[in-house]
Every structure is written in structure tokens, then in C-alpha cells.
């Protein structure tokens, strides 16, 4: 037997939840684009995350030029 809440009335169609109305999850408005603004900001800490390591990778796998070695010392007699 199907489930119905006690403020339903049996036979009637059922009500829209409020996320299928696209109303917000909780909270005043304001909550919300707060949360978006959480987001935006983790979006572009990961973002800029890979792109530091994609450098960090490119940077270690480029070939080193030679270090230029002193020249040995002459010897005086």
C-alpha cells in the first residue's frame, strides 16, 4: 500500500514538493547567493589548483640547460 500523508486526502493529486516548484532548498534569498558565491569561489580555487599543477608538471619535465662549470684553477710555479 502506497504511503500518504495524513493531511492528503486519498483519490486527490497529490501536491508539488517545493523543489519541484523550484523554489530554494531553505533560508531567505539572501542564503542563496551566498551559497552561490561559496561555490564560485571553491569553483575557482580548484580551477586555478589545476592549473598551478599542470605548470608545476610542465616546469619539472622541461630539460635543464647545462650549469657552466668553473674553470680549474692554473697552476703557478
Request: charged share 25%; proline share 10%.
Amino acid at each position: 500500500m502506497a504511503d500518504v500523508d495524513p493531511d492528503e486526502i486519498p483519490g486527490t493529486q497529490r501536491r508539488k514538493h517545493r523543489h519541484d516548484l523550484g523554489h530554494e532548498d531553505h533560508g531567505p534569498k539572501l542564503a542563496a547567493g551566498t551559497t552561490r558565491g561559496i561555490q564560485t569561489l571553491i569553483g575557482l580555487w580548484i580551477a586555478l589548483t589545476l592549473v598551478l599543477v599542470v605548470y608545476v608538471l610542465v616546469d619539472a619535465s622541461r630539460p635543464r640547460s647545462p650549469t657552466p662549470q668553473p674553470a680549474p684553477a692554473a697552476e703557478v710555479r
